[in-house]
């Protein structure tokens, strides 16, 4: 998601803030502004009020929206596994532990106050908090069973080890079972949240936290589409087709 860059002044209201950048909330959030019903001040004012240094403010707010891009023309193919799965647990699975917990808070916070306006925040939240449960045993278990194993397979394909197809048939399940399970049950539980949500659309007269709950969602949707194609199409099919050839060796 490209967002274009705020202008951030004095003048500038709470509100308008969030309202152009989403992910300006956490800063807010943290120093416990009121951004949604309540962010009818100007930043001038909030500082005043807070006790706050406007540009130091000023500078949270641009770093929180920084965003950085990742060419489309990447071969992730070509990368080494060692890299690869290095690539995926300090940017994907890193990603996941920060963001995870802030969505989690931003949701239940959003649902307590609007579910008799929104009926469908409940299963919303439901869904949610069985994507959370599921993440962190699924994370653990990847990079404490499944990354070590393939680096394994991988160096004992590169080498030509003598013990890489005993190493084969010992372990290759853990492989079998995170595509063929964990993936499904997590891709289960965002199409359900893409439908509660009508694909992270609010409606027209959503008041501003109704935008940020959708944004975050939205985010954590997109990140983890990259990170399953990353594992499914990328590092998976590569091990597996390690594994065949080892066992023949």
């Known amino acids: 998601m490209h967002l274009p860059e705020i202008n951030i002044t004095e003048e500038s209201f709470v509100s308008d803030v969030v ?3 989403y992910r300006t909330a956490r800063v807010f959030r943290k120093h416990e502004i009121d951004y949604c019903c309540g962010g009818k001040w100007t930043l001038a004012v ?8 406007f540009y130091q403010l000023k500078k949270e707010l641009t770093l929180s929206a920084k965003t950085v891009q990742l060419s489309n023309t990447i071969r992730f193919d070509t990368w080494s596994i060692d890299f690869l799965t290095d690539y995926i647990v300090n940017i994907h699975h890193h990603y996941l532990r920060d963001a995870l917990p802030q969505v989690k808070k931003q949701l239940d916070h959003f649902t307590v106050s609007h579910s008799n306006r929104y009926v469908y925040l409940a299963e919303l939240q439901d869904q949610f908090h069985q994507l959370y449960d599921e993440s962190f045993p699924h994370l653990a278990m990847e990079e404490e069973i499944l990354f070590p194993y393939i680096r394994q397979i991988a160096h004992a394909y590169h080498s030509r080890e003598s013990y890489a197809s005993l190493l084969v048939r010992t372990l290759r399940k853990p492989v079998e079972n995170v595509m063929q399970h964990e993936h499904e049950t ?3 539980i965002l199409n359900r949240i893409r439908l509660l949500t009508d694909s992270y ?9 109704h935008g940020v709950t959708f944004s975050l969602l939205k985010e954590l949707d997109n990140d983890l589409v990259q990170h399953v194609y990353l594992e499914n199409q990328v590092l998976f099919p590569r091990a597996i ?9």
Do not use: H
């Not at 909030?46 to 240094?53: D, R």
């Open 19 to 21: 309202r152009k950048d």
């Open 46 to 53: 909030i500082c005043e009020m807070k006790g706050l240094n």
């Open 186 to 188: 997590i891709s289960k």
């Open 201 to 209: 659309q609010s409606p027209p007269n959503a008041c501003v936290s």
């Open 241 to 249: 087709a390690m594994e065949k050839e080892l066992l023949l060796m």
